[in-house]
């Protein structure tokens, strides 16, 4: 079965830091684009960043540009969020999700989610 | 904030059938291909449709997708309780090299 589990969110206050992590099992890590997207409470989706399989390219949401860092490590199947200069608008339910298809060619979509870590924001 | 424009919500009677429009531009819907996920209250979000009218493996054809110019549509016919959720749409922006996702829909079933 294809999972994908998120941790590392917590409380931290602004202007803190946070690593998130994303564990990936059941499918071949390697061969995809990993996405990170956030929802805050009571809002939508928001896209965060995607890192390619071998790591580049990668791409940032302008929110989050500069203050965000996307990695993965093929070998541990993981993929991470380091996430700094946090705001309190930052707060929400941070998700990964596996991509598929190819941004070149415009066929794009995101068919494994995982469950989400929390970060919360807050003095 | 979100490029992709969605109603807010839309609503039906068990059986009837809904329909979502995401209205975007020529840098995204107009130009590439528009997917739509499912996210039941509490769960995370589900693939429902993608390349514009795909459906993966297992979902029901009741949920459908199409697309005219920069906008796309999903209906749902044969309308279930078990589809009250929120839904959104979403597709590679190639001007923001960004992922954009609509700004969602909340299905009703009255």
């Known amino acids: 079965e294809m999972q994908l589990v998120e941790s590392g969110g917590g409380l931290v206050q602004p202007g803190g830091s946070l690593r998130l992590s994303c564990a990936a099992s059941?499918?071949?890590?390697?061969?995809?684009?990993m996405n990170w997207v956030r929802q805050a409470p009571g809002k939508g989706l928001e896209w965060i960043s995607s890192?390619?399989?071998?790591?580049?390219?990668?791409y940032y949401a302008d929110s989050v540009k500069g203050r965000f860092s996307i990695s993965r490590d093929n070998t541990e199947s993981s993929v991470f969020l380091q996430v700094n200069s946090l705001r309190a608008e930052d707060t929400a339910v941070y998700s990964c999700?596996?991509?598929?298809?190819?941004?070149?060619?415009?066929?794009?979509?995101?068919?494994?989610w995982g469950t989400g870590t929390t970060v919360t924001v807050s003095s | 904030q979100s490029v992709l424009t969605q109603p807010p919500s839309v609503s039906a009677a068990p059986g009837q059938k809904v329909t979502i429009s995401c209205s975007g531009s020529?840098?995204?819907?107009?130009?590439?291909?528009v997917s739509w996920y499912q996210q039941l209250p509490g769960t995370a979000p589900k693939l429902l449709i993608y390349d514009n009218e795909k459906r993966p493996s297992g979902i029901p054809d009741r949920f459908s997708g199409s697309k005219s110019g920069t906008s796309a549509t999903l209906d749902i016919t044969g309308l279930q309780t078990g589809d009250e959720a929120d839904y959104y749409c979403?597709?590679?922006?190639?001007?923001?090299?960004?992922?954009?996702f609509g700004t969602g829909t909340k299905v009703t079933v009255l």
């Open positions: 999700a596996r991509g598929r298809g190819y941004f070149s060619s415009g066929t794009y979509n995101m068919d494994v």
């Open positions: 059941g499918f071949t890590f390697s061969g995809y684009t």
């Open positions: 979403g597709a590679w922006d190639s001007s923001l090299s960004a992922y954009v």
């Open positions: 020529s840098s995204n819907t107009g130009n590439n291909f």
């Open positions: 890192i390619s399989p071998y790591s580049g390219p990668i």
